[in-house]
């Protein structure tokens, strides 16, 4: 077995600290607020943008640097080059902000970055500590590279202007974009310091230069310092220079902050006493909107992943999707997700992402630019039925259902009801092949985009899922008293699976198919000469309560199960086929050509809690964690990702030296999903509007372990013995009384000691 390599370690306040700079890749950490969000690795590279409600976004920074320079020497606060013989190294990763600390040439530094709680901006605070016996004179020099005016291409227009606002002690880049509205308007991207300013550049070539890079910029190799350039239709750049005298033994801090100003008075410079209440109140509301659950288990880097780093990136993504775009169903499924610890906040999301719901019921693939954009994706509808009955049970508040939003294309407001009403009126009716749901150009997975173009294919997969919204629907309208609409909603579900059973269901290789193109080609067939299983169709069948649904997933996991995970499909495509897309276009074993997709490996976690299999529901924990390799069959793989993220995939054994190797980080829903799936189905705390039911699938090894959730203003603390034989509930008791049944109502402003004994019921 492979043993990890951790270049760092958890912390008690689940933080994580790299104490090794060199990691294989950048290891990164998201800070955001409403309006704006940015990344930064243990390096501090990273970029910042910001967003208006359409999608309309200004790119402030592609990377920062952070230097000292001192009679004619200099070096970087962020460690980089690597190698410049600097010592003390640790960066922080927390909940909102990063620290990056190092020791050289005798000044100790430490820079703090974080996104105040509102405001298109983040803060970079600089403390500097003379740690010699004689008095230093430092130049303290801030860099952003700044793409307001557009990523530089050589012999490409940059009409961009820049320079020097005295009286703000601020360096700005201008330039003319379409943010707040469609019309083109002045925005400043800015650079401003606590402290009063020595110097400063807005021109890249006078502070990066021609030849140099951002690792050795000419304006410190040649000059020791800013050169104050001013820029006119030249790349813009955002350098400021503050000179710091320290004393020995003394520290001092100097505070950045850098920004998209669209009025000119937005541009303030910071104060010690401002950063330090914007700092408090960003760590108070997280604290507040991240108390909800607390998980304490026998594996304790798995205990600091839930309780820190998966709340966190599900908050994240419930706002913010996948950073790049405004995914439809990255905001509608990580609200759902969200839901298991702050309803209120996840209502309040929700009600947004439907407010770009078409009055047709059709929801959109994403809005960016300025624009909604459809691109032919059938799926994204079929979300927000789920993500509704989830936060309303949640909330125990069916009042909620008659609040009202906009659809994109009204200016009358609907009620939340009538808008997941739509949604599976518009699915159910948006019939292919055999009066299964289409998938057009696409369903979950956006690479089977050419299957369906034609408006005939249809996706067996979506046409599951449909069966479970349209069974939450039809709870949903029961929970108001719409009778009839539950009535019709039970007789489509009864035809949708008569008609999945009869065309999606391949009677050779007992399982289901995932999707039949415009020509009825089958994909995810014992027929098919490849991808002849797909994951997503034998779990969504167990979610959606089909019968074969146990029978399916054994069959899958026959086929799909490797040492580091289970693959999304098998065999991969080894070619293009032009009547599937871009899936076959991938090298086999990458993401959902074969790999190991950890959303759906998040999916099977619930899935295999329902089927009362704790067995498996502890081997996928463990093939998912990224610092875990009790199954990984020598494999060997390095390590490479951050142990305290989820990612999109792990690459498959036939990717060569990929193998075992992780993709992207953060910008996935595996990470919202690993929460839900823990709390919800591992740790089994089904919200009903009843109360909570206790229900879980506990891995046989947990002798002991507890979980802390917050439901309607009632503190249920939860305590777990497991005789290891099994994973039923065998008894509960609530301060100290046995109850029956597994349904516990909450008593607002109260807490609940509950005892949980479980085994193997006879």
């Known amino acids: 077995m492979a043993e990890f390599k951790w270049y760092g370690h958890f912390n008690s306040d689940d933080s994580y600290t790299v104490t090794e700079p060199e990691t294989p890749r950048h290891w990164y950490n998201y800070m955001f607020n409403d309006e704006y969000v940015t990344f930064t690795s243990q390096v501090g590279f990273g970029e910042g943008q910001c967003q208006d409600k359409m999608g309309r976004r200004v790119l402030l920074h592609t990377n920062r640097n952070i230097f000292v320079a001192e009679d004619g020497k200099y070096w970087s606060l962020f460690g980089l080059p690597l190698d410049y013989g600097y010592t003390d190294y640790a960066c922080d990763h927390s909940t909102g902000f990063s620290t990056i600390k190092l020791s050289y040439n005798g000044v100790q530094s430490a820079v703090r970055i974080f996104v105040p709680n509102e405001g298109r901006r983040e803060i970079w605070s600089v403390t500097l500590t003379n740690n010699g016996d004689t008095a230093r004179t430092l130049k303290l020099v801030s860099y952003a590279k700044t793409e307001v005016d557009g990523i530089y291409r050589p012999q490409a227009y940059n009409l961009g202007y820049g320079g020097l606002m005295e009286e703000k002690k601020a360096v700005y880049a201008h330039e003319f974009k379409p943010y707040g509205s469609k019309k083109k ?11 009063e300013i020595t110097s400063f550049d ?4 006078a502070f990066i230069g021609p030849y140099g890079d951002e690792q050795h910029p000419v304006a410190l190799r040649k000059h020791g310092g800013c050169t104050g350039s001013d820029c006119n239709s030249e790349k813009l750049c955002l350098a400021l220079e503050n000179t710091v005298t320290l004393n020995p033994g003394e520290s001092k801090t100097v505070h950045i902050q850098v920004g998209v100003a669209i009025a000119k008075d937005e541009i303030v410079s910071p104060t010690c006493e401002g950063v330090a209440a914007d700092f408090a109140a960003m760590q108070a509301k997280y604290a507040k909107d991240l108390a909800g659950v607390c998980i304490k288990t026998p594996w304790e880097n798995f205990d600091h992943l839930i309780n820190g780093w998966m709340k966190y990136a599900a908050h994240m993504g419930s706002r913010w999707a996948r950073v790049r775009h405004n995914g439809y169903r ?6 759902e997700c969200l839901a298991c610890v702050n309803p209120e906040l996840a209502w309040e999301r929700m009600k947004r992402v439907l407010s770009f719901q078409y009055q047709s019921g059709y929801a959109p693939r994403t809005f960016i630019d300025g624009a909604i954009k459809d691109n032919n994706f059938a799926d994204n509808t079929v979300w927000m039925t789920y993500a509704v009955n989830t936060i309303i049970k949640e909330l125990g508040d069916t009042s909620r259902l008659y609040e009202t939003v906009k659809f994109n294309d009204t200016e009358e407001e609907y009620s939340v009801y009538e808008h997941i009403k739509r949604s599976v009126d518009f699915l159910y009716n948006f019939q292919g092949h055999y009066g299964l749901v289409r998938i057009w150009g696409g369903d979950w997975n956006d690479c089977v985009n050419y299957a369906g173009l034609k408006g005939k294919g249809v996706s067996v997969w979506l046409s599951i899922a449909w069966v479970r919204a349209g069974k939450m629907f039809a709870e949903v309208a029961r929970m108001l008293g719409n009778e009839e609409d539950a009535k019709l909603a039970d007789e489509r579900v009864a035809t949708m699976t008569e008609r999945i059973e009869k065309y999606g269901y391949d009677e050779k290789g007992g399982y289901y198919i995932y999707a039949r193109t415009d020509d009825d080609i089958i994909m995810g067939s014992s027929e098919c000469d490849e991808g002849q299983i797909f994951l997503i169709s034998q779990l969504w069948s167990v979610l959606a309560g089909l019968d074969r649904g146990a029978a399916a997933m054994d069959r899958a ?3 799909l199960e490797t040492p580091i995970g289970i693959r999304l499909a098998y065999p991969a495509y080894s070619y293009q086929r032009d009547y599937i897309g ?20 998040a999916w099977k976690l619930a899935v295999d809690s329902i089927l009362r299999r704790p067995d498996r529901v502890e081997e996928g924990l463990r093939k998912m964690l990224p610092f875990d390799r009790t199954y990984d069959d020598g494999v060997g793989y390095e390590t490479c990702g951050e142990p305290y993220a989820m990612y999109n995939s792990y690459f498959a054994p036939e990717t060569g030296y ?3 190797t992780p993709g992207q980080s953060w910008r996935t829903a595996s990470s919202s999903w690993m929460l839900k799936s823990v709390v919800e189905f591992v740790f089994g705390m089904h919200p009903e509007l009843a109360g909570l ?4 699938c506990i891995p046989l090894s947990w002798n002991e372990c507890s979980i802390t959730k917050v439901m309607r203003g009632c503190t249920y603390d939860i305590h777990f013995t497991c005789d290891g034989e099994g994973s039923d509930v065998l ?26 004994k479980l085994g193997k019921k006879a």
């Open 557 to 559: 996991e026959e086929i």
């Open 185 to 195: 308007k002045d925005v400043w991207c800015y650079m401003t310091s606590s402290d």
């Open 330 to 335: 990255d905001m509608t499924s990580d609200t």
């Open 658 to 660: 990929r193998a075992g």
């Open 202 to 205: 807005a021109r890249r070539n």
């Open 693 to 696: 039911r206790i229900d879980p």
């Open 582 to 601: 871009s899936m076959s276009e991938k090298f086999p074993g990458v993401q959902d050509n074969g790999g190991i997709y950890l959303h759906p490996s």
């Open 731 to 756: 008894a509960i008791t609530v301060n100290g009384k046995a109850i029956d049944g597994n349904v516990i109502a909450p008593v607002s402003g109260e807490m609940l000691c509950v005892e949980v």
